[in-house]
């Protein structure tokens, strides 16, 4: 708003909330609520204490408070529009739902969810990391969401996927191009241990079904979040940062997908890796008696 005012003199409105990226709707809008609370200004200092003093009030009580504590009679419609205008806090006691009954089991277990704390060495193909990261694309205007399945020893994306949101359909994707590159390779799956957070999508019946039950894969959860899960976040990190570029002019989904496709080719064939004597996690492989595709 302040922009606005500075510059529509010079360089005209239309212009102005054109380089702003403010429709004329907002402009008049936040106008008419400027000159609202401009009107009201001495009621925000008492509004701000009883929304401190009483968070969970609602306007009517409010009102009621005014009226009662600071001898103010004034419509509780006016104080409704003004508490949306100022943003003032109203908290509400959220009840939160109770945990799942596999939560419930997790948090019976409790350290033993982490797997790989029990492992006195890791070998090739026998632990892959995961998790989702944000994509931004379109010039920071839209987002789409990656879950790369990365290998602890050869550092190979076995599989990966992209949606629009993390969810488990996204996540389902990436597992079954897993398994079809691991059983590619020879690797049964039940020797296959799959390492995340304790997201949503992770504790949910539809990833443990498949993973766990039907695929017998074992499943462990890291129990700090990103602390115990750092090999994925340095993954996340650096990917992310070699494609930023890339992914800034892209426009639609379908372009996003292409990108990452290109872009884990590069990281699986072609891309060094200092932890594997600078040289690429298929050349790694086939060093180590594996046919990578």
Not at 200 to 226: C, P
Request: proline share 3%; glycine share 6%.
């Amino acid at each position: 708003m302040v922009l606005v005012d500075q510059m529509a003199a010079k360089h005209g409105l239309n212009k102005t909330l054109a380089a702003l990226g403010v429709s004329k709707g907002t402009w008049h809008y936040r106008r008419g609520m400027l000159s609202y609370t401009e009107k009201y200004a001495t009621l925000r200092s008492p509004l701000l204490e009883i929304a401190r003093r009483h968070p969970h009030y609602g306007y009517r009580k409010v009102t009621a408070e005014l009226q009662d504590a600071y001898s103010i009679a004034i419509n509780s419609k006016v104080v409704r529009r003004l508490q949306k205008a100022w943003e003032l806090p109203l908290l509400r006691v959220v009840r939160h739902p109770k945990p799942s009954a596999i939560r419930r089991v997790l948090r019976q277990l409790g350290d033993r969810i982490n797997l790989l704390s029990t492992l006195p060495s890791i070998g090739i193909l026998q632990v892959l990391y995961t998790d989702f990261t944000e994509l931004v694309y379109d010039r920071q205007c839209q987002k789409a969401y990656l879950m790369p399945l990365v290998d602890h020893t050869s550092k190979l994306v076995v599989g990966w996927a992209v949606g629009r949101s993390d969810n488990s359909a996204v996540a389902l994707n990436a597992w079954r191009r897993a398994k079809d590159n691991l059983r590619y390779l020879g690797i049964a799956l039940s020797k296959v241990i799959v390492h995340h957070d304790q997201d949503s999508v992770y504790t949910g019946h539809e990833w443990l079904r498949q993973v766990r039950v039907l695929d017998q894969a074992r499943v462990s959860y890291a129990l700090n979040g990103a602390g115990d899960n750092p090999e994925m976040e340095s993954f996340n990190g650096h990917f992310k940062a070699e494609c930023a570029s890339i992914l800034w002019e892209q426009k639609d989904l379908l372009s996003v997908i292409r990108v990452v496709q290109t872009r884990v080719t590069y990281y699986n064939d072609i891309r060094r890796h200092a932890s594997l004597g600078n040289i690429a996690p298929a050349v790694f492989l086939r060093k180590h008696g594996f046919k990578p595709r």
